[in-house]
């Protein structure tokens, strides 16, 4: 039943989101409402399906064991009362070496289970130590690496307007773009922010897999898209992924 409801939600928050960004092509505000909801309760049947999921299946097994254990026991024990007394007292002692062998292997799989999960616990240490901090000084260097990508490729396709990335801390960033973007109709804008975004994604990319960074932070920092007045025209959301346009020109 957890196998179910676990496959069920991940396949159907993987279809919201192809539906989500659908509708973010299409900007059709319904499919949109509708991916989200259903994205959600596929989160919802996928936790479910985690949390009633067994937990240790080596348990499991051991309780098994101990079971098959018991039962082949009382087994022999009811061989022993119609066998003599020599038979009972060597169906005793086999019985008494099995049990030591079983309580034996029973401890190696323990041992040996404690050991994997040492040997994983200090290969996550090793892995997590090995990535550095995303810093204030990490995100002014992301942010002039954007900068010069962002004005090449308008230099490349031969727009004469110039961006400005500015770090804000260490998990945002701000483009400035010329004043005049600020009057563009709100389809432009939502247009430009999802441009930028996805700029940026990939510029983060490509920059964070450089041996010399290697920060631990799979995306970079929250996207804001600004003029030069300081005017907010589309914001990151705070799951990321998406733009929010904020300024309204109708």
Known sequence: MWLLLFSVGFLGFIVAIGA?????????????KKSLIGGLL???????????????????????AK???????????KKKEKNSTKQSKKTSATSSSKKKNAKTSSSSKKEASSSSKTASSS???????????????????????LNTQINDVL?????????????????????VVPQNYKYLPNSQI??????????????????NAK?????DQTYGPSLYVKSPDGTTLA????????????IDNN
């Open 20 to 32: 989500l960004l659908w509708s973010f092509i299409k900007k059709n505000k319904d499919l949109r």
């Open 42 to 64: 596929a989160m919802i049947i996928f936790f479910t399906g985690a949390m009633i999921s067994p937990t240790d299946e080596s348990e499991s097994s051991v309780e098994t």
């Open 67 to 77: 079971t098959e254990q018991t039962s082949k026991t009382s087994s022999t024990s």
């Open 123 to 145: 290969s996550s240490t090793e892995t997590s130590s090995s990535s550095k901090t995303y810093d204030d000084a990490a995100n002014t260097a992301f942010a002039s690496e």
């Open 155 to 175: 230099r490349q396709g031969g727009v004469t307007d110039s961006f400005a990335v500015m770090p804000n801390g260490s998990s945002l960033i701000d483009v």
């Open 190 to 207: 939502q247009q430009l922010a999802d441009t930028i975004l996805s700029a940026k994604e990939n510029c983060f990319k490509e920059w």
């Open 211 to 215: 041996p010399e960074n290697n920060y």
């Open 235 to 246: 914001k990151e959301s705070f799951w990321g992924g998406t733009m929010k346009r904020v």
